[in-house]
């Protein structure tokens, strides 16, 4: 086994997820099988309790697993299924460590960082390495693992004591580093600045990991004498030194790295010579595609975590793939919730209607999953103008439950329907607790992972989207599941089931048939969505968006490629509003995806 250690240095969010996940992109289009993990040095167990405001989105494996986004980013770009211990964490380490001395394992001896925890974690990386994750049997060939945080930081010096104890024990021919690092440009010289580099690696040496390669992130390339004098002083040799700079979307990190011959260092690196070029033809293909589009789709997000991308980071992967194989520039307009309510309305009437104008201006509307009763009637209200105005719809997990809870109000007279989360003392429940499920922990407690759906109804807009499977199986993360003592009142008024699980009371996808796209699921189909495999539902709702979804059905669930509308250059002004309410422009980016500025950082910042 080879491994390929990430690690970052100066600042944090320099983008080593990506980093780890081009990387494992290019080794693979060399022909070897790869596997990826990321270690967070936090005491959480996993992510499953964090803030998305705090830590972005809590992605979920097949397995439940509860995960850092950046192992979103490792099974999208490489196209794996990875495990719960594919996310080492320290709380994952300690806990296993305590277990073992309380049952006597250590015979007596005093349970200390050194060696216990550092063997711990050594013991953890090579059994996790060697398990299969891209469906072939047997190790994969390399493992790809990033350490979070930034050297230098307490809460990771017992993995960077690990990883070096690690490197010496399976043999630099065996071992390659890859430090990530930033070069500013001060924009008053604008000189590129290597001093915050050299100090990073200086400090990494002094901890024992020594950097075969060097990936620098800037704004432009790296000059040829900047590279000179860092390869001086970080004593890492010129050719080994790549420069990661600003580009339109993440897509284009593996080409970078491709151009700048970085797959043929780490190939020398392990000793595994140059088994072929990278085949990145198809990836080069969509990149440039996505690169051109110029047309826009509006699809109006309505969220409650509106302030940072990351919280919904699968979403926007999966409306970008979905929207690059329609043709289509993707442009999300954000809109917090709470911004459609009535309050708003009556303390900042201005914000309120910008909000209501950005959602009548969209092509398509998403109410993604979330927790709370935060802006829940905003998500009722937006739900609502979808379904009585024939716009374009999906809701996900919490969204589904929203469809339902505004059909019941709207079109049953049932006023004071709602979901249990919200009101427990409602007289018409819509969705409720599920039997299972643990109201006093709130760590891996939910219907985690993925679970089957079984199709009931053959003629639906899922099915065929699905390419008219009788089941699928997608992954979920939920508490609260839809009233099944409700459903029969539900669909005669005209709400269809038309997914359901193995026993046939925990609805999973509801549909509006009479509409022109009106799907709820229950699952989280962004989880399983891949550059050149978009999800179904999404492929869906773009698609419906663009009025492309007759195509799209007709060709059960693929666009063919004769589908080519908006391949021109050029970028389309995207409106946006302000917290103020007051309208802007902007052509700024969010991983790939145009946005209308509403509290997203830009792509040049991945």
């Given at each position: 086994?080879k491994?390929?250690l990430v ?5 944090s969010?320099l983008?080593?997820?990506v ?5 494992g992109?290019?080794l693979?289009?060399c022909?070897?099988r790869v596997?990826?993990i990321k ?13 998305p ?10 397995d439940?697993?509860e995960v850092?986004?950046?192992?979103g980013n ?6 794996i299924?990875?495990?719960?211990d594919?996310n080492?964490t320290t709380?994952?380490?300690y ?9 006597g394992d ?5 349970v200390?960082v050194?060696p216990?925890i550092?063997d711990?974690?050594q013991e953890?990386?090579?059994?996790v ?7 072939q049997?047997?190790?994969a060939?390399?493992?790809?693992i990033?350490?979070?945080g930034t050297i230098?930081?307490?809460e990771s010096?017992?993995?960077?004591e690990?990883?070096?104890q690690f490197?010496?024990?399976v043999g630099p021919g065996n071992f390659?580093l ?7 440009v001060i924009?008053?010289v604008g000189?590129?600045k290597t001093k915050?580099t050299?100090h990073?690696?200086?400090g990494?040496?002094?901890l024992g ?11 432009n ?7 000179a004098?860092?390869a001086?002083?970080?004593h ?5 030194i ?9 897509w284009h990190v593996?080409?970078?790295l491709?151009d700048?011959?970085a797959h043929e ?6 000793n595994?010579?140059v088994t072929?070029e990278p ?11 996505s690169?051109?589009?110029h047309?826009p789709?509006r699809?109006?997000?309505?969220g409650?975590y ?12 999966a409306l970008?793939?979905?929207s690059?194989a329609c ?10 919730a709470c911004d459609l309510?009535d309050?708003?309305a009556?303390e ?6 910008a909000?209501w ?5 969209a092509?398509?509307?998403?109410v993604?999953g979330?927790?709370?009763d935060r802006g829940?009637q905003g998500?009722?209200?937006?739900a609502?103008?979808a379904?009585?105005n024939?716009v ?24 004071d329907a709602?979901s249990t989360e919200?009101?427990p ?7 409720i607790?599920?039997?299972?499920g ?6 891996g407690?939910m ?10 109804v053959?003629?639906?807009t899922?099915a065929?989207?699905y390419?008219?499977?009788?089941f699928i199986?997608?992954r979920h993360?939920?508490?609260y599941?839809v009233?099944?003592n409700?459903?029969l009142?539900l669909?005669?008024?005209?709400l269809l089931?038309v997914?359901?699980?193995?026993t046939?009371r925990?609805m999973e996808?509801?549909?509006l048939?009479?509409?022109p796209?009106f799907?709820?699921v229950q ?5 399983k969505?891949?550059?050149g ?7 869906g709702l773009i698609a419906?968006?663009c009025?492309q979804l007759e ?5 059960k ?6 589908v080519?509308n908006?391949?021109?250059n050029?970028?389309s ?5 302000k917290n103020?309410?007051?309208?802007k422009s902007s052509?700024?980016?969010?991983n790939?995806v145009?946005?209308?500025?509403n509290?997203?950082h830009?792509?040049r910042?991945?």
């Open positions: 086994m491994y390929v690690t970052g240095g100066v600042v969010g983008g080593k997820g980093t780890a996940s081009s990387i992109l290019l693979k289009a022909g070897l596997t990826s270690i967070d040095p936090y005491l959480n167990t996993d992510a499953g309790t964090m803030s405001f705090e830590h972005g989105e809590v992605f979920v494996l097949d439940g697993g850092d986004l950046d192992l490792y099974e999208r770009f490489l196209d299924k990875l495990t719960r594919n080492i709380g994952k380490i806990q296993s460590v305590i277990d073992k001395e309380r049952k250590y015979l007596g001896k005093t200390q050194v216990h550092t711990a974690i953890w990386i090579e059994r390495a060697k398990i299969p994750v891209d469906g049997e047997g190790p060939d390399v493992c790809v990033e350490l979070g230098g930081d307490i010096m017992p993995f960077i690990a990883l070096g490197s010496y024990r390659c890859i430090h990530v690092s930033l070069v500013p924009n008053v000189e590129q915050p050299q990073s690696v200086r990494l040496r002094g990991l020594t950097p075969n390669i060097l990936a620098c992130r800037s704004t390339a790296l000059e040829e004498n900047v590279k004098k860092l001086q002083f970080c890492v040799p010129a050719e080994n790549v420069t990661l700079y600003d580009v339109p979307n993440i593996p080409l970078l491709r700048q011959k260092a780490i190939l020398k690196g392990l595994l010579g072929r085949e990145l033809k198809e990836w080069t293909a969509r990149t440039i595609v690169d051109k589009l047309d789709v699809i109006a997000m309505v409650k509106t302030g940072l991308s990351d919280s919904y980071l699968s979403v926007l992967k970008l793939h979905a690059v043709r289509r520039k993707l442009i999300v307009e954000w809109i917090a309510e309050m708003t009556e900042t009437p201005d914000v309120y209607k909000a104008d950005c959602l009548k201006g092509d398509g509307v998403l993604p979330g927790f709370g829940v998500k009722i209200l937006a609502k103008y379904r009585e024939n374009p719809f999906l809701g996900i997990c919490m969204g589904m439950q929203i469809a339902v809870i505004e059909f019941a109000r709207s079109v049953l007279g049932l006023h709602n919200f009101d003392d409602t007289t018409n429940p819509c969705v607790f599920m039997p299972e643990s109201k006093t922990h709130m760590g407690t219907r985690l992972g993925s679970r089957r759906t079984y199709f009931n053959a003629d639906c899922s065929k989207l390419g008219n499977v009788s199986d997608e993360r939920h508490r599941e009233n099944p409700m459903i009142q669909e005669n008024a005209g089931f997914g359901r699980d193995e046939s925990r996808i509801v549909e048939p009479d509409h796209y799907v709820g699952f989280h189909p962004e989880f969505s891949r550059p495999k978009p999800s179904a539902l999404f492929l419906a968006a009025q195509t799209v059905l007709h060709d669930g693929h666009l063919r490629k004769s080519t908006g391949m021109a050029g970028h002004p995207v409106r946006a509003y103020d309410g007051t309208i052509n700024g980016t969010v790939g145009y946005s209308n500025g509290g997203i830009l792509e910042n991945w």
